[in-house]
T-cell receptor, first 112, second 114 residues
């Protein structure tokens, strides 16, 4: 069974731009969570989606948003990029909200 | 004080040694505890998943949870160079993370010397 896939794998943007990252969960998984990983803060929870609904959001500004489609694929969007948004963005999928999370390889975003 | 504390290392040990990795936490609501392994430029890979206090063994890996001390450990026996990676502890109040997601330690960078 294929794992979680994330596209693109690498991205370079400039301050003020916006970016959209994509995540395709493991087949049959309906829950998708997003995390930001930086050397200073480690892995931090962004938000979780289940059945196209955002269930909760971590302590991030409104510039960070996401959505989930009916096929469980998810996208996250960051508007008005800042230098501090440079990070590895990880997507994790699970069968449901109460199930074990499996991570994708991440999208490495560099903001210049 | 962060919710989860983990020594970042690096921790360097010779091949074949027993490795001990640890995390402490402050939130008594945490009930589910996980260890993930992350190789450079890869996503975290789940190694161990335990609920509440106790031990769990899987091959060369043993996870221990002591909720009374708010302390969790991962032991790796007969360590191999391929075990060199960053090890992240994670925990949550709900199974699988739930709506609040997983809370991670910053990870310990482990180096197994051949």
């Amino acid at each position: 069974k294929a794992g979680v896939t994330q596209t693109p794998r690498y991205l370079i943007k400039t301050r003020g731009q916006q970016v959209t990252l994509s995540c395709s969960p493991i087949s049959g998984h309906r829950s998708v969570s997003w995390y930001q990983q930086t050397p200073g803060q480690g892995l931090q929870f962004l938000f979780e989606y289940f059945s196209e609904t955002q269930r909760n959001k971590g302590n991030f500004p409104g510039r960070f948003s996401g959505r989930q489609f009916s096929n469980s694929r998810s996208e996250m969007n960051v508007s008005t990029l800042e230098l501090g948004d440079s990070a590895l963005y990880l997507c994790a999928s699970s069968l449901g909200p109460e199930e074990t999370q499996y991570f994708g390889p991440g999208t490495r975003l560099l903001v210049l | 004080q962060k919710e989860v504390e983990q020594d970042p290392g690096p921790l360097s040990v010779p091949e074949g040694a027993i490795v001990s990795l640890n995390c402490t936490y402050s939130n008594s609501a945490f009930q589910y505890f996980m260890w993930y392994r992350q190789y450079s430029r890869k996503g975290p890979e789940l190694l161990m998943y335990t609920y509440s206090s106790g031990n769990k063994e899987d091959g060369r890996f043993t996870a221990q949870v002591d909720k009374s001390s708010k302390y969790i450990s991962l032991f790796i026996r007969d360590s191999q160079p391929s075990d060199s990676a960053t090890y992240l502890c994670a925990m949550s109040g709900a199974s699988g993370g739930g709506a609040d997601g997983l809370t991670f330690g910053k990870g310990t960078h482990l180096i197994i010397q051949p």
